[in-house]
């Protein structure tokens, strides 16, 4: 009896401390997800602040903590100035105790977070960011690129156009990173696949007048007008092709299209582009269902980022939870081991290089006659593989996948 009772009390005493050294793993005794993304400028519509609430969405659905650890959320509004973005996770690392940083839109602003995360050892999500450098020639053991990322969107978009006939092609791109990567990776599968590339016109960040760069293609004679920038450029270097009748000589090929951005413009003007997305709130059940649930808050649909940033969010919380602790390299190594199932993929998977690797989708934007209720705005034409759609192993510049 003496004995049993001993051995209940170390048994006792053996849990508590397990316990207690479980709870422990939790620095500074709460799980902190800081989010740095655009909320005001170009871009801000896309992500922005309802990245933001998708995000404190999954916070709520994990019922606010983790085994008694408090979620906190931080969030702060880069500008589009990757100066901004570094010191800010840098000073979130250092003294804020963040443990999880997800990045929204601009590649410079991922980029340069990547950079202090990897310093730091603290896992980073990249969501809105497209540039393939993310998980390629700056690829780091501590950075996950989440949502799409610019050779997906060239190896859709670009492939289906050229295969269609578009063979000439003049882009116009956004003067930074991002743009950058997306003319360069689209300009490659248009030539793999016997196109040309009649030039290319750079534009800054959130330009305001494109008439002199809208000229200059007209000039070239190329079929195709590549669009390499996204939100507010995307739209508003549409709205001028329109108004300068370049639609009339050439065809546009928006390569990155947020639903967000078809709203904007309308059907009419939209109508018959292609796009390639990662997601789409009509996809199907479980899509609709948590879109409806974002609806009710943000009074509009989501975007592929805005899905992401709540999916992202959620398979981070649930490794936490799932291991005890909010340590970023072991919760990174559960992550990479386990598959991604929810409403924004089935059967993702995080790569040794950091590219989540899911399905993609080739749209077409519908007609006005062919949309029957509001924000249904997409077809969908083709499924890409994500073995298809991301640069494989043998393309690789990552020292971690080689």
């Given at each position: 009896?003496?004995?049993?009772?001993?051995?209940?009390?170390?048994?006792?005493?053996?849990?508590?401390?397990?316990?207690?050294s479980?709870?422990?793993?939790v620095?500074?005794?709460?799980?902190?997800?800081?989010f740095?993304?655009?909320?005001?400028?170009?871009?801000?519509?896309?992500?922005?602040?309802?990245?933001?609430?998708?995000?404190?969405?999954?916070?709520a659905?994990?019922?606010?903590?983790?085994?008694?650890?408090?979620?906190?959320?931080?969030?702060?509004?880069?500008?589009?100035?990757?100066?901004?973005?570094?010191?800010?996770?840098?000073?979130?690392?250092?003294q804020?105790?963040?443990?999880?940083?997800?990045?929204?839109?601009?590649?410079?602003?991922?980029?340069?977070?990547?950079?202090?995360?990897?310093?730091?050892?603290?896992?980073?999500?990249?969501?809105?960011?497209?540039?393939?450098?993310?998980?390629?020639?700056?690829?780091?053991?501590?950075?996950?690129?989440?949502?799409?990322?610019?050779?997906?969107?060239?190896r859709?978009?670009?492939?289906?156009?050229?295969?269609?006939?578009?063979?000439?092609?003049?882009?116009?791109?956004?003067?930074?990173?991002?743009?950058?990567?997306?003319?360069?990776?689209?300009?490659?599968?248009?030539?793999?696949?016997?196109?040309?590339?009649m030039?290319?016109?750079?534009?800054?960040?959130?330009?305001?007048?494109f008439?002199?760069?809208?000229?200059?293609?007209?000039?070239?004679?190329?079929?195709?007008?590549?669009?390499?920038?996204?939100g507010?450029?995307?739209?508003?270097?549409?709205?001028?092709?329109?108004?300068?009748?370049?639609?009339?000589?050439?065809?546009?090929?928006?390569?990155?299209?947020?639903?967000?951005?078809?709203?904007?413009?309308?059907?009419?003007?939209?109508?018959g582009?292609?796009?390639?997305?990662?997601?789409?709130?009509?996809?199907?059940?479980?899509?609709?269902?948590?879109?409806?649930?974002?609806?009710?808050?943000?009074?509009?649909?989501?975007?592929?980022?805005?899905?992401?940033?709540?999916?992202?969010?959620?398979?981070?919380?649930?490794a936490?939870?799932?291991?005890?602790t909010?340590?970023?390299?072991?919760?990174?190594?559960?992550?990479?081991?386990?598959?991604?199932?929810?409403?924004?993929?089935?059967?993702?998977e995080?790569?040794?290089?950091g590219?989540?690797?899911?399905?993609?989708?080739?749209?077409?934007?519908?007609?006005p006659?062919?949309?029957?209720?509001?924000?249904?705005?997409?077809?969908?034409?083709?499924?890409?593989?994500?073995?298809q759609?991301?640069?494989?192993?043998?393309?690789?510049?990552?020292?971690?996948?080689?």
């Amino acid at each position: 009896m003496k004995r049993t009772a001993i051995a209940i009390a170390a048994s006792a005493a053996w849990a508590l401390g397990f316990s207690f050294s479980a709870q422990a793993q939790v620095s500074g005794d709460t799980i902190k997800i800081g989010f740095i993304t655009d909320l005001s400028g170009t871009y801000s519509d896309v992500d922005g602040n309802g990245g933001a609430e998708a995000i404190k969405m999954a916070i709520a659905d994990m019922g606010g903590a983790i085994n008694g650890k408090k979620i906190e959320f931080l969030l702060v509004d880069h500008q589009n100035k990757a100066d901004i973005a570094a010191s800010k996770a840098r000073e979130w690392f250092d003294q804020q105790g963040v443990d999880m940083l997800i990045g929204g839109t601009n590649s410079g602003t991922n980029l340069a977070m990547a950079k202090i995360a990897s310093e730091k050892k603290k896992l980073f999500i990249a969501i809105g960011a497209g540039s393939a450098r993310l998980t390629n020639e700056e690829c780091t053991p501590f950075t996950v690129h989440y949502a799409y990322d610019t050779i997906a969107l060239a190896r859709g978009t670009g492939s289906t156009i050229v295969k269609q006939g578009g063979k000439s092609w003049y882009f116009l791109s956004a003067d930074y990173a991002f743009g950058q990567s997306l003319e360069r990776d689209t300009a490659e599968v248009v030539k793999a696949n016997g196109g040309t590339v009649m030039g290319t016109s750079k534009h800054p960040l959130a330009a305001s007048d494109f008439s002199s760069f809208l000229l200059q293609a007209q000039a070239s004679k190329a079929q195709i007008l590549g669009l390499a920038n996204a939100g507010g450029d995307t739209i508003n270097a549409i709205k001028a092709a329109n108004e300068f009748g370049v639609t009339k000589t050439m065809k546009l090929a928006g390569l990155l299209m947020f639903i967000n951005d078809v709203h904007s413009l309308g059907l009419k003007m939209t109508q018959g582009m292609y796009l390639t997305d990662g997601w789409y709130w009509d996809q199907n059940d479980e899509s609709r269902a948590w879109s409806k649930r974002y609806f009710a808050k943000m009074k509009k649909e989501p975007s592929m980022l805005q899905a992401a940033d709540y999916s992202a969010t959620m398979t981070y919380l649930n490794a936490v939870k799932t291991l005890g602790t909010d340590d970023s390299e072991k919760v990174l190594a559960y992550m990479k081991k386990t598959k991604i199932n929810d409403m924004f993929t089935k059967n993702g998977e995080i790569r040794p290089d950091g590219r989540m690797v899911h399905d993609m989708y080739l749209m077409q934007v519908k007609t006005p006659a062919e949309s029957k209720y509001p924000w249904d705005y997409y077809k969908v034409i083709a499924t890409i593989p994500g073995a298809q759609a991301y640069a494989t192993k043998a393309e690789t510049k990552c020292a971690l996948w080689k």
